[in-house]
DNA sequence: TTTTTTATGTAAAACGTTTTACAAGTGCTC
DNA sequence: GAGCACTTGTAAAACGTTTTACATAAAAAA
């Protein structure tokens, strides 16, 4: 049993394999009587089509590749759930490139375009997976790509986010609005421009309220909890302690939280903690995390959409899309005077 | 600037296009001194070769599809992880199948190997995604497919995953060992084998223990941290409560201490709760959460070893792997005399 | 020297579609 | 009845590789 082709279809229904692949594709173009038949072969052939080459001849795969470092983490999930269901509804397929920060992969899997097995990229990463010739990268040199929560700084690529600084600027200000003087920072990669934004953020809304920013707690982290824990444990040892923790994420917020009851501090009694992200274990924990979340699933479909856009010839009607955070207010932040009066 | 292909290379080469691609392809069939120009020529110009023309020719895509219920769920995520990792370093492409369970997205998903779009499938379901012709499924009829973590019944199809009985038994030994005397149940979809197998590990543990089994206790969730959550506010409504729960997942033992926290019981003072999965968040609950690890990534792993060879034409040693699962306590179970002492 | 093997290169077919350019038939208009 | 437009169908080229079968030259064996 050799797989069954358009010849075949074409044999039984007596019609070329022209009129076959216009009764497939192109309805119009054949009589009505003509379709019936052959759509009515191919059922009961069970004729599928073959993929590869069709995309060979059209130069089209059908493919996009999203690049993240890391499907196993709880924000990236949603994000690639919300591609893959727009990627669906469009009639493309999604290869998945796992780089768990790995440039040297960031770049395999952008290759992919080059090797006709994907159309475009959305790239979760803050690097430009493609050397730049001399004198520099070039838009329409590029396959098309979609920056999502990152930002590569590269011109003319759309980038798809929340905006991370007014957000940041949200979380201070919780914190602020609670009667907090002292807040610690643990960062992200100060790599990407995404924490590099929010970090901007903090320090404005630190300066708005016409506070300084004490650069002992400033902490670097890269987003996993094990991070929250290790800034945690370096905060507490110092001699001046601030009053809050603002993570710039939920994971580390988690670990923080985790560390600091470990040590017997109680949040938010003794200090409370915000995160940044808004997963879905952040209602689980105790207490409940206070939280900017991300419109996680959106950003997905929006880079998805934006991308297939770019794919079909449309241009993006803006490089830059912000979408709407919420500051989701929990557990795990408190007003000061209850800190100070536990002290 | 049209993109360039075999054929500019050898005419830069000025060797036949079969020579470059023996040259690549196929290193001791051409001279070395060939080799090095076309490499050379290759290189300087940029030559990708054309996947799909490769694979329309070889009939091979090098891709596999993962099908699966949901990439942003913490168990599945890391499974893809593992495959993702084996996957690459053989060469191969990951497609995603993201399903949320729907048995219509499974099929379209399983349909990528008729169009040559995948060699092979990796089956995180317990149904299978082919109509069967009169007669039922035959192997020999099915494309390469390998089953994780469930169980999808069909004979010669193999499958990776924990030994979901035993563990289901170890994990009833532990609370019977800390003195329990009525666990309720939360399992998981009924359908799949993986949760029947646990419960009839439950049961069996509890006869040998010569205890009945409480069909009250008895609550059927579908895993997700609500479902934890609905059943132990059923729980606790009963005259007669358990002294104990055991969560076939994670998820719902979180959603579960949750909502046992939030109506005043003390976990594990009141009631101990047991888990199932191991996924990273279960150490930063609180009280942190006992539970039963799967070796995810290694799963998700084995399932491509075992698929990639299927592909390659091995036939695997052995249809159903058993990899071994382990019982990590932590502070969500305690003996039954705390219990008691406290009511 | 002649014959046989080995090394290297190539022409051309094949993979299974889509699409272009053309042909033939049909009906309509004037 | 000629001219025209529209409808429907088809032959054949094209997409970019891999691979088979063969050719030639050089080296080895006789």
Known sequence: MSKVGIKDIAAETGVSIATVSHALRNP?????????????????????????AASLRTARSGNIVVIIPDVADSLNGKIITGIENVARSRGYSVLLGNTQG?????????AMTLSSQADGIILMSHRMPFS????????????PIVNGCENTGVDGIPCVSVDDRQAAID???????????????????M?????????????????AAGLPVNEHWLTYGNYLPGDGEIAARKLMVQKDRPTSIFCFSDEMAIGCMHALQEQ??????????????????????????TTIAQPTEEIGANCARILFDLIEGKSPETLQTFLPHELVVRESTSPIEQNRARK
Chains 1, 2 share one sequence.
């Open 28 to 52: 119009g173009r054949v009589s009505d009587e003509t379709r019936r038949k052959v759509l009515a072969a191919a059922k009961k052939a069970g004729y599928t089509p073959n993929r590869l």
């Open 102 to 110: 790995s440039e040297k992969r960031e770049r395999e899997f952008a």
């Open 132 to 143: 730049a010739p001399a004198g520099g990268l070039v838009i329409d040199k590029l396959p």
């Open 171 to 189: 979380a201070t200000n919780h914190l602020l609005g609670l009667g907090h003087r002292e807040i610690a920072v643990i960062t992200g990669d």
């Open 191 to 207: 790599e990407s421009a995404s924490s590099r934004n929010r970090l901007q953020g903090f320090r404005e809304a630190m300066q």
């Open 264 to 289: 017997g501090f109680k949040v938010p009694g003794d200090m409370s903690v915000m995160g940044f992200d808004g997963i879905p274990f952040a209602r689980y924990v105790t207490p409940s995390l």
